[in-house]
């Protein structure tokens, strides 16, 4: 798929954002993997991003992350599958081409690991990515990885393959210089942690559309409320937000790294054995399971 295809793809429609199951003895559970984006693939979305943050690509080898590239492409049909790409420079450059050689249509730039750095050094490693494939290149606006408008406009003008821009910094300010100084040129994309908390914020600012952990277990629920939000309306948004938003974050925010966890802990209640989630995040207790399973109740 082209850069500039996906680019109108992604616009507008709600993103997947699967998790990656593991079995017990640790290694990538393909299979489960597999059944499960057959029941999401009964509903419209724009495109699929795994190995992402839901996705635990933090946690994933380089290999792993292709393995999943590759299982995701067996039974996405013909919708876009993107990936997590990250880590240093080099390794960012080379699994970009091995996420494009397994069949990727694009990926989505993850920060860099551990250090700091300056704007032209940030950039610098967006240009080595988006020069090392063909695919289109999201920028993942996030943690010591952050650019400012006036960087990203820079790159835009040097990276055809550059074609959006997800925040999950929070940063409203930023991301409305961004919408108004490079208009149609990018697709942009929200990516705060449960972003249909912030998503009525983040259209304001120009920022249409999101990618959706929730999704993994309630996606007739997700498409409902993307479906409101897109409608500009707010009082389904709010409805759903005390009804079950707040509910499900409520239990995230009991301890750091629940906001994967605990949709693993929903894809399970779902009935697909997504396994646990690797170190340094911790699993739901007994009790947090239960208590997310009442929030669930009866919505799909």
Request: glycine share 12%.
């Amino acid at each position: 798929m082209s850069p500039n295809d996906l680019r109108g793809i992604i616009r507008n429609g709600l993103l997947s954002f699967p998790v990656t199951p593991f079995d017990a003895e640790d290694r990538f559970a393909s299979s489960v993997f597999k059944e499960h984006l057959e029941w999401l693939g009964q509903y419209e979305v724009a495109g699929l991003i795994v190995a992402g943050g839901t996705g635990e690509m933090f946690s994933l080898s380089p290999s792993e992350i292709v393995e999943v590239v590759r299982a995701a492409r067996e039974v996405s049909g013909d919708r876009p599958v993107l990936a997590g790409c990250g880590y240093g420079v080099r390794m960012a450059c080379d699994l970009a081409q091995e996420i494009e050689a397994a069949g990727g249509d694009g990926i989505l730039l993850l920060p860099h690991y551990l250090t700091e750095g300056p704007q032209e050094g940030v950039a610098e490693r967006v240009r080595a990515v988006c020069n090392s494939t063909n695919m289109g290149v999201i920028f993942y606006n996030r943690g010591q990885s952050r650019v400012s408008a006036a960087t990203l406009a820079q790159l835009a003008g040097e990276c055809p393959n550059l074609i959006g821009f997800k925040d999950g910094t929070g940063d409203i300010d930023t991301v409305r210089r961004v919408t108004a100084m490079l208009g149609e040129r990018l697709s942009y994309i929200g990516g705060m942690p449960t972003h249909e908390l912030f998503a009525q914020a983040y259209k304001g600012a120009g920022m249409p559309t999101y990618s959706s952990a929730v999704f993994n277990f309630v996606p007739e629920t997700a498409l409902a409320f993307h479906k409101a939000l897109s409608g500009g309306d707010d009082a389904t948004c709010e409805q759903m937000l005390r009804e079950f938003y707040y509910p499900f974050a409520e239990i995230r925010d009991r301890q750091p790294g629940y906001a994967v966890s605990a949709i693993k802990a929903g894809v399970t209640l779902r009935g697909f054995q997504a396994g646990h989630v690797r170190a340094p995040l911790t699993d739901l207790t007994g009790q947090e399971r239960e208590l997310l399973q009442e929030v669930i109740g009866g919505r799909r």
